[in-house]
């Protein structure tokens, strides 16, 4: 009798292991991480990350974040970015967060392996007393 129970224990706990490892990877690979100026600040800086300003082209023109590359945030926005690499990881950004929340779902549902999205955008980049360039 005890040995059923130890072994319906275990097999329980197992289980329950097994489910949330496996709950734990796929909620990873399916979300969208924010991140604040100071992460942003340190993935821009990576070589294989593609760092992706969604706001309208005279915003770009003003200021942006360095290495940051203009795609447009609107009707044509899934056909734009197509030429991307889905394999690399892409931090969006707009100025203060809507934009770049519509984009980074789209980057998402489009099967970008990972996705961050800038919290507060620009704005909240430049409150932190962050670099932009024109």
Not at 5 to 26: D, H, M, P, T
Not at 81 to 109: F, H, M, T
Request: proline letters at 1%.
């Amino acid at each position: 009798m005890k040995k059923s129970i130890l072994y319906l224990s275990i097999l329980v706990i197992s289980f329950n292991f097994f489910i949330s490892c496996k709950e734990g990877v796929a909620k990873e690979e399916n979300t969208i991480e924010m991140v604040t100026s100071e992460e942003m600040e340190k993935l821009s800086k990576m070589d294989d990350v593609e760092v992706l300003d969604v706001r309208t082209e005279e915003e770009f023109i003003t200021e942006h974040i360095k290495n940051a590359q203009n795609i447009v945030y609107d009707e044509n926005f899934s056909d734009k970015i197509k030429g991307l690499d889905k394999s690399k990881p892409v931090v969006v950004y707009c100025k203060s967060g809507r934009r770049s929340e519509k984009s980074a779902q789209l980057l998402k549902d489009s099967g970008f392996v990972k996705v961050y999205d800038l919290k507060g955008g620009i704005t909240q980049w430049k409150y932190d007393q962050k670099e932009t360039e024109k």
